[in-house]
C-alpha cells in the first residue's frame, strides 16, 4: 500500500514539474528566436562539473554544501524513479535511497547554518524556506527507504507529508517562480549558453554588432532579449556575488546586478518587484516597479539611470556562478536608449556628438593630436612605408597628464630600438565610448573608418598603452573585418625585459607600490602577468590590494561612467584610493589613461598615480 502510494506521488510530482517548466518554456519563448542546438544538451556535465565548479569552488563551503545537498536529491530522485515510479520496490534501491537521503540531509543541514546568519548579500523571502523544504524531502525519503520495506503505518504517513512537503518545493517552483527554478534554468543555461566560447577555453567578452540594416537597436522590451537571455535570467540563485563585487553600488549609484537581473525575471514574467527580497538599488524602494514581455523596460520595470551607473568592468560577470552575462544585459539597453531614444544623460550626448562629427571623443582637431611628440622625432607611418609596431595612443593623446605617459613611452621604444611608427592626423577614436554607450552605429562607423586606414598601411603589430583600445581592436574589430595582432605596452616592454633590450640604472623604488588592474586589461583580456613582470624586471615588489588581478576593483572610468556621471553616495576611484591606502601604499602604479585620470582626480592625501611606462623611463640607462 505504501509503496503504491508512492509510484503515484511519484507520477503526480513528475507530471507537476513538466507542467511548470512547459509554463517557464513558455515565457522564455517570449524572447527573440535563437538557433536550439538540442546536442548541447550532452555538454551540461561536462560544462556542470568543470566550467561551472570552477566559479563556484571560490567559496569551497559553498561547493561541498552543494554537493551534498544537490548530489543527494539528484541521486534520491532518480532512485525514486526508479525503485517506486518503475514500481520494483527492490530492498536494495531503498538502501541506496537511504544513503542519497542522508547525504541530502547533511546538505539541507549545511544550508541551514548558512541561513542563521546570512550575508547581507543574500536575498532572503522564500530561499529561507529552503534548506526545511529540502531537509523534508530528504527525510521524507529516508524514512520511505528505511520503513516501506516494513509496512509500518505511521512512519509511512509521515514520510509522504514530508515527501509532500519537498516536492511540492522542487515541482511547483519550476513553474510559479520558486527558488527551485534554478536547478532546471541553471543546467539549460549551460547548453543553451549565448556565449558558447566560454566552454571552449576562449575568453569571451566582446560585445557583438547589432544588424543595424536589419532594425535591430538594441532592447526596449524583454522580449527584445533572445529566448536563451530570459533563461539565462531564470537561473539567477540571487546569491549576490555579484552585487558584493559591484563598485557602483559600492559607491551608492543606483545599480545593484542582482536587482537588475531579478527586474528581468519580473518582465519576462509579468510581475511586480514587490516579492524581491535583497538588497535594492540605493535610493530606490522596492516594490514600485513592473512589467511584462512587451511592455516598454523604461520606466516601467527600470529606471534609466540604473543602467547608466554601470562601469561595464564585467566584476558581475567574473563573480556569478550560473554564468550569467549581465554586461551584455546593460548594454543591449543602452543600445535602445542612445540609438530609439536619443536619451544619454550627463555629457555622453556631447561626447558621442564630438565623435560624429570631429572623430574625438573631446571635439579636439585631428590634427593636435601628436602635438605632445614633435620634439621626439616619432615617425609617422604612411602608405608604402613599413614598420614592426604600429603605436595607436588612443584619446589620451589629448590629456596633458597622459601625455607625460606617452612621451615616457616613446622614450622606452627608442630606448630599445623598437622599430614603431604612429598614425599621426590619419588616427581617430577606436569606437570604445560609442559602442559603451549604447551608440552602435557610431562604433561601427568608427571601427570601420579605423580598419579602411589600417588597410591601406603595413605594419606587422599594434601597440597601445590604452586598454580599451586594445580590447576594442583585438576583440570587436574582428567581427567587421579587422583582424590584427594587438599588444598592451606593458606586454611590449615586459617582452623587451626578456630579450636583455633594457639597460637600467639606479636603485628600484623603495616606496610601497601596489598595482591597480584595469578591467579593460585584466578582467576583459586576462593580462594580469605582463605589468608585474615589468615592476619585478625594476626590481619593485608589488603589494597586492586585497581587490587585485581578475577580482580587481573598477577604478569608475570605463563604460563612459565619466561622461553620463549619475550621482552615489561617494566617487568609486575614491573608494580605489583607500584601498591602496589600506596596504601603506605610496605609489599606485597604472596601466591605463582612464585609471589615471580617475585615481589622479581623487583629492586629498593620497598615494602619487604613476603610469607603467613613466616608472620604467626613470630607470633607462645610457
Given amino acids: 500500500m505504501f509503496a503504491n502510494i508512492l509510484t503515484i506521488s511519484f507520477w503526480a510530482s513528475m507530471a507537476l514539474m513538466l507542467l511548470g517548466l512547459a509554463q517557464r518554456a513558455r515565457l522564455w519563448s517570449n524572447g527573440r528566436a535563437q538557433p536550439v542546438a538540442l546536442a548541447k544538451l550532452f555538454a551540461i556535465p561536462k560544462r556542470y562539473f568543470v566550467d561551472l565548479h570552477h566559479v563556484v569552488a571560490r567559496e569551497p563551503f559553498i561547493a561541498r554544501t552543494h554537493v551534498a545537498v544537490a548530489g543527494g536529491a539528484i541521486l534520491?530522485?532518480?532512485?525514486?524513479?526508479?525503485?517506486?515510479?518503475?514500481?520494483?520496490?527492490?530492498?536494495?534501491?531503498?538502501?541506496?535511497?537511504?544513503?542519497?537521503?542522508?547525504?541530502?540531509?547533511?546538505?539541507?543541514?549545511?544550508?541551514?547554518?548558512?541561513?542563521?546568519?546570512?550575508?547581507?548579500?543574500?536575498?532572503r523571502g522564500p530561499w529561507m524556506r529552503l534548506p526545511f523544504t529540502l531537509a523534508a524531502f530528504a527525510l521524507g525519503a529516508a524514512l520511505a527507504a528505511w520503513y516501506a520495506p516494513q509496512g509500518a503505518q505511521a512512519p509511512a504517513l509521515l514520510a509522504i507529508v514530508l515527501l509532500a512537503l519537498g516536492a511540492a518545493e522542487l515541482a511547483l517552483g519550476i513553474g510559479m517562480g520558486g527558488p527551485m527554478k534554478h536547478a532546471v534554468a541553471g543546467l539549460l543555461n549551460l547548453a543553451f549558453h549565448p556565449r558558447q566560447q566560454r566552454f571552449e577555453g576562449k575568453r569571451s567578452t566582446d560585445l557583438r554588432p547589432l544588424n543595424l540594416e536589419g532594425g535591430d537597436f538594441g532592447v526596449a522590451k524583454p522580449a527584445d532579449f533572445a529566448w536563451n537571455r530570459l533563461l539565462q535570467f531564470d537561473a539567477c540563485v540571487q546569491c549576490g556575488k555579484c552585487e558584493a563585487a559591484c563598485p557602483a553600488l559600492a559607491a551608492g549609484q543606483p545599480l545593484n546586478p542582482k536587482k537588475l537581473i531579478q527586474d528581468m525575471v519580473v518582465g519576462l514574467s509579468g510581475k511586480t518587484d514587490a516579492g524581491y527580497a535583497g538588497t535594492p538599488y540605493p535610493g530606490k524602494p522596492v516594490g514600485k516597479h513592473g512589467g511584462a514581455p512587451q511592455q516598454p523596460i523604461f520606466p516601467g520595470l527600470l529606471d534609466a539611470d540604473t543602467v547608466w551607473s554601470c562601469t561595464t568592468c564585467r566584476a558581475c560577470v567574473q563573480e556569478c556562478p550560473m554564468l550569467i552575462e549581465h554586461v551584455d544585459a546593460v548594454v543591449d539597453m543602452r543600445r535602445s536608449l542612445t540609438l530609439v531614444d536619443g536619451a544619454v544623460p550627463g555629457k555622453?550626448?556631447?561626447?558621442?556628438?564630438?565623435?560624429?562629427?570631429?572623430?574625438?571623443?573631446?571635439?579636439?582637431?585631428r590634427a593636435v593630436r601628436y602635438h605632445w611628440a614633435v620634439d621626439l622625432d616619432v615617425p609617422v607611418l604612411g602608405p608604402g612605408d613599413r614598420t614592426d609596431y604600429l603605436l595607436i595612443a588612443g584619446e589620451g593623446a589629448f590629456d596633458m597628464r597622459y601625455q607625460r605617459a606617452l612621451r615616457a613611452l616613446v622614450k622606452v621604444l627608442k630606448h630599445a630600438k623598437v622599430d614603431?611608427?604612429?598614425?599621426?592626423?590619419?588616427?581617430?577614436?577606436?569606437?570604445?565610448?560609442?559602442?559603451?554607450?549604447?551608440?552602435?552605429?557610431?562604433?561601427?562607423?568608427?571601427?570601420?573608418?579605423?580598419?579602411?586606414?589600417?588597410?591601406?598601411?603595413?605594419?606587422?603589430?599594434?601597440?597601445?598603452?590604452?586598454?580599451?583600445?586594445?580590447h576594442c581592436m583585438k576583440n570587436e574589430y574582428p567581427a567587421l573585418g579587422g583582424r590584427y595582432d594587438v599588444v598592451h605596452h606593458s606586454g611590449l616592454i615586459a617582452k623587451l625585459f626578456r630579450e636583455g633590450r633594457m639597460r637600467l640604472k639606479g636603485e628600484a623604488l623603495e616606496a610601497p607600490l601596489t598595482y591597480h588592474d584595469p578591467c579593460y586589461l585584466g578582467r576583459y583580456n586576462g593580462e594580469l602577468d605582463a605589468p608585474r613582470?615589468?615592476?619585478a624586471a625594476l626590481g619593485i615588489a608589488v603589494r597586492e590590494m586585497e581587490r587585485s588581478r581578475e577580482r580587481g576593483r573598477c577604478c569608475g572610468g570605463g563604460g563612459g561612467a565619466p561622461f553620463t556621471d549619475i550621482p552615489g553616495t561617494t566617487r568609486i576611484p575614491d573608494i580605489r584610493i583607500v584601498d591602496a591606502r589600506t596596504i601603506g601604499a605610496e605609489v599606485v602604479a597604472v596601466a591605463c589613461p582612464n585609471c589615471t585620470a580617475m585615481l589622479e582626480g581623487v583629492v586629498g592625501p593620497r598615494p602619487e598615480v604613476m603610469e607603467l611606462a613613466e616608472l620604467v623611463a626613470q630607470r633607462l640607462g645610457d
Fill in 76 to 123: 534520491a530522485m532518480l532512485v525514486i524513479g526508479i525503485n517506486y515510479g518503475l514500481a520494483l520496490y527492490s530492498p536494495v534501491l531503498d538502501r541506496v535511497l537511504l544513503g542519497a537521503s542522508c547525504l541530502m540531509l547533511a546538505g539541507a543541514a549545511m544550508v541551514a547554518w548558512r541561513r542563521l546568519a546570512p550575508p547581507a548579500r543574500l536575498s
Fill in 348 to 365: 555622453g550626448a556631447q561626447a558621442l556628438d564630438n565623435l560624429r562629427h570631429t572623430q574625438t571623443v573631446g571635439g579636439f582637431p
Fill in 420 to 470: 614603431f611608427a604612429v598614425l599621426g592626423e590619419a588616427e581617430i577614436d577606436s569606437g570604445d565610448l560609442a559602442r559603451r554607450l549604447g551608440d552602435e552605429a557610431g562604433f561601427q562607423q568608427l571601427a570601420r573608418a579605423n580598419i579602411a586606414t589600417l588597410g591601406k598601411l603595413h605594419f606587422k603589430h599594434i601597440v597601445t598603452p590604452d586598454p580599451h583600445v586594445f
Fill in 533 to 535: 613582470d615589468v615592476l
